[in-house]
């Protein structure tokens, strides 16, 4: 359930300031959507929850990791693919079926749009479940898209100030990042504010959004003439 490469958010989160530089080997992040490689590179455990198969296999081909493939009994039979040094697992499955007894609690976690492709009436059991997951001393980092204001006038929610945006994104390229396997529809939010994470996290997190529009676009936000925002919080 992530989606970085070297020099993107995951590289730059290992050395942020907010303690994810403190992550040892053998710590357990979990994340969403697949490209996650660099972590496990530097030893730690990455654990993914993927609803679509061909995302998971996709990824195990594209680093040449030979995975073994089991049923999960615990998720009622979903897949588990594992490579075979241990280091990286991805489940398949409803990320809503996934829970702490399947591989206990994470040290970090990553999410890129899953929470902004949600239902606005599935935010809170997502993010409930996804605390859940997380150690009491865990980060947990997102990130979220806006359109760049050349991209035209949409019809947003509001920006992490509160302002109406420029324009707007339904998360629709990470759709296999939504735990129903599809982006969300009438009813959900085009990208959600630092407010909103907040009101959802709870009063027990500290916020900070790390990079915003004043930031230099990565690729795929310059691409497809989004901007990126990624918020990083961790237990006050």
């Known amino acids: 359930m992530a989606d970085a490469e070297h020099g993107g958010p995951v590289d730059a989160l290992c050395e942020c300031t907010w303690g994810w530089n ?8 979990c994340f969403h959507m697949p490209q996650v490689h660099p972590l496990q590179e530097k030893g730690h455990t990455v654990v993914g929850v993927e609803f679509v198969e061909k995302a998971a296999q996709h990824f195990f081909e594209e680093h040449g990791i030979e995975p073994t493939v089991s049923e ?12 075979l040094d241990g280091k990286i697992s991805m489940y398949i499955c409803n990320y809503f079926d996934f829970n702490s007894d399947v591989c206990g609690q994470f040290d970090a976690v990553w999410d890129r749009g899953s929470l902004m492709a949600m239902e606005v009436r599935d935010q809170k059991r997502y993010v409930d479940l996804t605390k859940s997951l997380m150690k009491v001393d865990a980060r947990y980092m997102m990130e979220t898209f806006e359109c760049s204001e050349d991209q035209g006038q949409g019809q947003g929610h509001g920006d992490r100030h509160g302002r109406e945006p420029h324009g707007h994104h339904h998360g629709n390229e990470h759709s296999h990042g939504h735990p129903h396997g599809q982006p969300h529809g009438e009813g959900g939010e085009d990208f959600i504010t630092g407010d909103q994470i907040k009101a959802l996290f709870g009063d027990g997190y500290e916020i900070a959004c790390l990079e915003d529009k004043n930031s230099p676009p990565n690729d795929f936000a310059k691409q497809h003439g989004y901007i990126s925002l990624i918020y990083f919080l961790k237990p006050k």
Do not use: A, T
Request: charged share 30%; aromatic share 4%.
């Open 22 to 29: 403190e992550l040892k080997p053998g710590d357990n992040p």
């Open 72 to 83: 999960e009994p615990s998720i009622g039979g979903s897949k588990h693919y594992k490579g």
